[in-house]
């Protein structure tokens, strides 16, 4: 008598860092979109903001001739729209899923805790970089500015303004008990980075101790790389060429290098997962 045994193995999807950064981000835009209040900051707040912007740089220009309104428009839209959408909506995102446990059942899964966060971000993050694009083709076309002196340089500067604001969300949301005060909790970062970044008021035009301490600011640094790649300046000097951008970024690059390790550390060690008792 002989006995067969048959055995069958189900092989599914492998799970991976980018199918589990992919799931997290499915299922937080869906409740992103399911979220009148956070679809309206995140795409109609940022676009108010914007037009008042124009009115704010038309009068600094009659004040100052030969400030560049043009450039100072678009690099203010860019950088009010990452502040909003990123840091705002990302932490009243944290909260809002600590507060609903979800955040501690994922942590009970395969996903790491960095996966956790940056999972989180995915659709801001998405959706920001989505609305810069619109804003810098059709800022570009409707005020007919030149293409950027150094792609790459803005590419690293959003790549930096981006990781600060995601590590400034997370600090954030670890002082902030409910999604409602998120207004509150985050109101210091968004007005240090309107009036202190450059954005509303130009550091060329601010005196030249408070524009010091101004470029020392956490986002000032990437916010000014973003400019200096896409414009050949950052207010302050002008580069020359490809080559002479690096050279001017080069502070840039290492000050906002130190915050955005500051923040990640802050993050990391700050972070809540579950609400206080």
């Given at each position: 008598m002989t006995t067969t045994t048959?055995?069958?193995s189900g092989t599914g999807p492998q799970s991976t860092v980018a199918r589990r950064l992919l799931a997290l981000g499915r299922a937080e835009g869906t409740l992103l979109l399911r979220n009148r209040t956070a679809l309206f900051t995140a795409l109609l707040l940022p676009l108010l903001l914007v037009a008042g912007l124009k009115n704010v740089l038309d009068q600094q220009a009659?004040?100052?001739?030969?400030?560049?309104?043009?450039?100072?428009?678009?690099?203010?839209?860019?950088g009010m729209v990452l502040a909003f959408v990123v840091y705002y909506n990302l932490t009243a995102a944290y909260v809002a899923r600590r507060g609903e446990l979800v955040l501690k059942r994922l942590r009970t899964g395969e996903a790491r805790d960095i996966e956790i966060l940056a999972g989180t971000a995915v659709p801001s993050v998405g959706l920001a970089l989505l609305m810069c694009?619109?804003?810098?083709?059709?800022?570009?076309?409707?005020?007919?500015?030149?293409a950027p002196v150094?792609?790459?340089?803005?590419?690293?500067?959003?790549?930096?303004?981006?990781g600060t604001l995601m590590a400034l969300a997370a600090l954030s949301s670890a002082f902030t008990r409910t999604v409602e005060s998120a207004g509150i909790t985050t109101m210091p970062v968004l007005l240090l980075t309107q009036f202190g970044s450059g954005l509303f008021v130009p550091l060329e035009v601010m005196p030249d101790r408070v524009?010091?301490?101004?470029?020392?600011?956490?986002?000032?640094?990437?916010?000014?790389?973003i400019r200096l790649g896409w414009f050949g300046t950052d207010g302050s000097a002008a580069a020359?060429?490809?080559?002479?951008?690096?050279?001017?970024a080069a502070p840039?690059?290492?000050?906002?290098?130190?915050?955005?390790?500051?923040?990640?550390?802050g993050a990391l060690r700050y972070f809540r997962?579950?609400?206080?008792?």
């Open positions: 048959a055995t069958s009659a004040d100052h001739p030969g400030l560049d309104v043009d450039s100072l428009l678009v690099n203010g839209s860019l694009t619109v804003i810098g083709v059709v800022g570009a076309s409707a005020l007919h500015l030149t150094n792609p790459l340089l803005m590419a690293a500067g959003l790549v930096l303004t981006v524009a010091d301490v101004c470029r020392l600011l956490p986002t000032t640094p990437a916010f000014q790389l020359t060429g490809f080559a002479g951008t690096w050279a001017t840039h690059l290492v000050t906002g290098s130190v915050w955005l390790a500051l923040a990640a550390w997962w579950e609400p206080r008792r």
